[in-house]
């Protein structure tokens, strides 16, 4: 008897546990029913694979999509067109808007503006103030919630808590894995002062390598005093990579591809303003020491920290110039070169934008290529060469870091839940997102 699934993927290779092979897969109510070769076997929808790289459906962990109350930087759905264009199935949003991501109402009203409004799957995390502590351990078992995000030092929106106590109260309360911005915020005041008008490169300076290693140091002495498993995010120094190896039992990191790839002080000088992000890009020493620890297997996850400003607010003279850059878009170009240039594998990249966030988060049917898993797929083509331009682009601010870098390896369709939203660089059918769900919320 035939066998009949609702899509097969013919013609790829399968990128997986089992690692990288010619595979089929097969694909029946928005869930993978088989791999293998599936030939002979029948489907509503053929997608030829042919020359492309079949990968789970990449998710990208920190996005700051700005609504509500900065559309005009960004929204929802551009921001999740932007997603599904570069390939990406799934994104975790940050609760720094305007209001604060911090009550259920809030997360209920995020919740239904995405719907089906967004074109990837979606969760939302749920912001820590020094005034709803106490009511984390409810607000992180909500549906469509990914965890609980701290900022340690002051960055874009108003959420902070700073102090020692303020963090041991957030952390007391609930059992999920929390996210943290970690830069001491006393350091960053007492730096300010570095701040050279209209010189980027000083950037580095105010907000210090300092500042990221003596957070989280404090961190983590914290978390294991209280017994909470945490995820610190954007690790931008060398000197934080052997702390957070030691540490391992209780702390997961994230690196983003902008600390990987750029370097101080000539991206401050070449991009000025279009540089400046929160941790800095820092200089060569510390670009180095943050390879090691993705090729040392410390660093978990990559996460964008896509966050994007209008041209006219990254053009105003530093310190006045926002942080923040966009990057969910150029989440694959940009890696899928470093794969191209032999500074990780393959295999290594699938960990880090899948397995990773799979593991860590405790995600539901989603991060691994393997049967009864949602049918989240990300085609690439390892062979492509491209230019990154502004006008390829559909993030509402226009502009990204890396316009006129060429790539090796390029991302060709996005399948979510068994339905293609994006196929050779153009949006298929509308805007499909659901909110994604966890293991310890289920």
């Not at 990968?55 to 067109?81: C, Y």
């Not at 050279?196 to 003596?214: I, Y």
């Not at 850059?325 to 240039?341: C, D, F, S, Y």
Request: hydrophobic content about 40%; aromatic content about 4%; proline content about 5%.
């Amino acid at each position: 008897m035939t066998k009949a699934f609702d899509m097969i993927l013919k013609n790829g290779i399968v990128v997986n546990h089992d690692g990288e092979a010619a595979r089929d897969v097969g694909v029946r109510d928005g869930r993978i029913a088989e791999i293998g070769n599936l030939q002979q076997a029948d489907a509503g929808e053929i997608v030829d694979c042919t020359g492309l790289h079949i990968l789970p459906g990449v998710i990208d962990t920190q996005v700051h999509f700005r609504e509500p109350g900065n559309e005009h930087k960004e929204d929802l759905e551009s921001g999740a067109r932007a997603a599904v264009m570069g390939g990406v199935c799934t994104v975790f949003e940050m609760p720094n808007t305007n209001p604060l991501t911090v009550t259920e109402a809030a997360i209920n009203d995020k919740l239904s503006r995405a719907h089906h409004r967004m074109w990837c799957d979606h969760a939302f995390y749920v912001g820590a103030t020094h005034d709803n502590a106490r009511e984390l351990s409810e607000l992180e078992l909500l549906p469509g919630i990914c965890g609980v995000k701290i900022f340690m030092g002051a960055s874009t929106g108003d959420l902070l808590v700073p102090d020692d106590d303020g963090v041991r109260e957030v952390l007391r309360h609930g059992r999920r894995r929390v996210a943290i911005h970690s830069e001491d915020e006393e350091l960053l005041r007492a730096n300010a002062d570095l701040a050279r008008e209209g010189d980027w490169t000083s950037h580095p300076e105010v907000r210090s390598a300092e500042a990221a290693l003596k957070c989280t140091q404090r961190l983590l002495a914290i978390a294991r005093e209280v017994k909470r498993r945490i995820h610190v995010l954007h690790i931008s120094t060398a000197d934080e990579v052997p702390l957070l190896a030691a540490n391992k039992d209780i702390a997961t990191c994230e690196v983003t591809p902008q600390h990987l790839t750029l370097e101080g002080p000539e991206v401050y000088e070449r991009l000025k303003g279009y540089a400046q992000m929160n941790p800095p890009v820092r200089d060569a020493r510390h670009r180095s020491g943050l390879w090691y620890g993705v090729q040392q297997g410390v660093f978990d996850v990559i996460g964008t920290d896509h966050a994007p400003h209008t041209s006219e607010e990254k053009s105003k003279p530093y310190p006045k110039s926002p942080s923040g850059m966009p990057g969910v878009q150029t989440l694959l170009p940009v890696m899928l070169n470093h794969v191209a240039e032999g500074h990780l594998t393959l295999a290594r990249l699938v960990d880090l934008i899948c397995h990773g966030p799979n593991r860590i988060f405790g995600i539901a049917g989603k991060g691994r290529l393997a049967i009864g898993y949602d049918a989240d797929f990300t085609l690439v083509d390892l062979q492509e060469k491209r230019t990154i331009e502004e006008d390829w682009v559909v993030s509402k601010c226009g502009w990204t870091p890396y316009a006129g870098m060429t790539c090796q390896g390029w991302p060709k369709g996005t399948i979510i839940r068994g339905r293609q939203v994006m196929a050779d660089g153009e949006l298929i059918g509308s805007a499909i997102g659901e909110p994604v769900r966890f293991q310890e919320t289920l």
